[in-house]
């Protein structure tokens, strides 16, 4: 199976065992929705001090730190991307 057919649960197993490529094809998978997301929402009066590139690698560093930790679980395929949704909104 190639390592983009993997779930998240299962990219996110094969980071924390230490593949780094794990984290990249999380990232990869979710980068333009999440930036997508964040530029429609992000509010006109912080569009000049901060742009959604700052605010996705913000959550993209959250979200990695946090799971790390052992923070979350991630069950269901779609939760991962829940996550970063929240996250991404939240800071927003």
């Known amino acids: ?4 057919e993997l ?8 980071w924390r065992a230490g593949d780094e490529d794990a984290a990249t094809i999380l990232h990869e ?5 999440l930036l997508n997301l964040v530029g429609r929402h992000l509010a ?3 569009n000049s001090r901060l742009d959604p590139d700052d605010v ?3 959550v993209f560093r959250s979200i990695f730190r946090l799971t790390r930790e052992g923070r979350f679980e991630f069950e269901d395929d779609g ?3 829940k996550l970063l949704l929240t996250m991404a909104l939240n800071k927003v």
Do not use: C, I, N
């Open 79 to 81: 939760a991962f991307w």
């Open 29 to 33: 998978r979710y980068l333009a929705r």
């Open 1 to 4: 199976m190639a390592d983009v």
């Open 56 to 58: 996705v690698q913000s």
């Open 44 to 46: 006109g009066k912080f």
């Open 7 to 14: 779930t998240d649960a299962e990219l996110v197993e094969r």
